[in-house]
């Protein structure tokens, strides 16, 4: 299958058992969900799926499902949110060896920015060193990537193919997508401003709101390619509540109550965190229902 990452690619929850082991079985359904509404990828251990939490076994274990489910239909993408060189380029090797098409990879980040040289020979080393082709995660609040460091890799490494640009800043994301040099993809994460995004010319989105309905973002995205603004606006105010209602404390805790609310099995969540308290369960109802979006639940 020739590389294509472009359009709809939710990024799943990890689903774990009460024994806090990978429920592979709610994991494949999950992405036969994604599956059977037109989703254009998929990525799995990202930040959605609590990536930073996750041993290297555990990350191959989910890796490795998703690839045997997706069956080549469509390019699946893992994450990987570790913090330092070594450690990312093991969990790269490993999860390499799953078949996963890319591999979307945070700049190393704990109490300190690394400088552009650091972070232009980081990505030169993790591609080198994996094989695979990387998507950039920008994502991390103290420690963004300028849009001017962005460019520099996407121009000097070939095999860095695009980057996520995550942490609501949609400016970012302007001057991400006016430098990039031909050929880096540019994806939204800013969920609040998807369709925005796609106006200025993001080539797709990887972020949690996709996850939790899927449905409503295929839709936006294809309203948008055919020219159908009306559509793609009325798609917008359906989805921003839902965004509002799980960007919070505990959003992976969140996304997965939205999705038990559907009937969709995402699994228990790691400690430390907790299941949601009522409020915050009758916020993701009352926004899935405003949504219109089915609910079992």
Known sequence: MTLDIHGIIPPLVSPFTADEEPDLDALRAEVRHHLDLGVHGLCVTGSTGDGQMLSIEDSVAIARAAVEETAGRVPVIAGIIRDSTKDVIAYGRAIAATG???LQVTPVHYLFQPDEDTT??????VTDETGLPVVIYNVIPYALIPATTVARVLDEIPNVIGVKQSGGNIHQLADLLHMAPEGGKVFTAVDDLLYPSYLLGAQGAISATLTVVPELCVAQWAAVQRGDHAAALEIHNKLLPVWRAIDGPNMTVRIKAALAMQGRNGGHSLSPLTPLGDAERE?????????DVKLVD
């Open 120 to 125: 232009v020979e980081y990505y030169r080393r």
């Open 283 to 291: 916020a993701v109802r009352g926004a899935l229902v405003a949504a």
């Open 100 to 102: 996963v098409d890319a």
